[in-house]
């Protein structure tokens, strides 16, 4: 019981980082909030550390923790960008299902042989994206300002590629050194848009309301991290990463209840279908 509901309030807090993400990045440049974001979870983790266990993480663990950070820069980048220029009910069911796509793709390829419910997922999977993807001529000539039902998409897609790649770096380390390839991740995600806000001549100002909604997504998504790590030790593993998966889900009830996102029939199916195809795969 206390691991399902650890496992939930990560979904729920996930989700809700995600959609403060999304939501700040429709007000600001992506890059700073991305940057802001990290730091801001980087500060948390800091202080997090001296009160968790010992561990003892090796040069390999650091090192997989810094291609997990590379991985989800870029792909934090692309979905607040997604979510920003998108519908955020659709994108972030989207990236949530090619986010756990990826390590199954990579598992066959390694010789492994999903069982009949991962290849169920994965055929829903498909018809998710189909789904969520169907123009909607009458509603988009109403209203002309309002997000397409495929914008952002395409980018959304990319994103649950980058995070699923982020999934598989941090599963290369060991169970032994503790939240340290989070650490490692989340400091070379920081230098990397450090870096690039620089090179690039981006300006990290916003205004103190855009600032704090950056500032809450970033210590929301790094509690949902120590969640997610205090539930694995808790419960089996498969029922924390199932109930996990669930995060799209609070990020979908936030831009219909906060944002007023209105979706087809179609559309609302291809999101039911994804959270689904989540299940299948991760339980599979």
Known sequence: M???????????????????????????????????????GLVVLALMLPLLPDAA??????????????????????????????????VAPTTAVCAVLIPVVVAVGLGERPGPRTLGGIALAIVSIVLVSRQRTSASQAHPAAPGPSAGLGLALLAGVAIGVFFLSLARTAPTAGLWPVLAARVVSVGLFGVVAISGGHSLRMTRPVAAIVIAGGVLDMLANALYLVATRHGPLSLVVTLSSLYPASTVVLALAVLGERLSALQGAGIACALAAVLLIVGG
């Open 2 to 40: 206390l691991a399902s509901l650890l496992a939930l309030s990560s979904a729920g807090l996930y989700g809700a980082a995600d959609f403060l993400g999304g939501l700040a990045a429709r007000r600001a440049s992506t890059v700073a909030v991305v940057a802001v974001s990290q730091c801001s």
């Open 57 to 90: 993480p090796a040069m390999r663990d650091l090192t997989w923790g810094a291609v997990a950070g590379i991985a989800v820069g870029v792909g934090l980048a692309l979905l607040y960008r997604a979510l920003a220029v998108g519908r955020m009910a659709v």
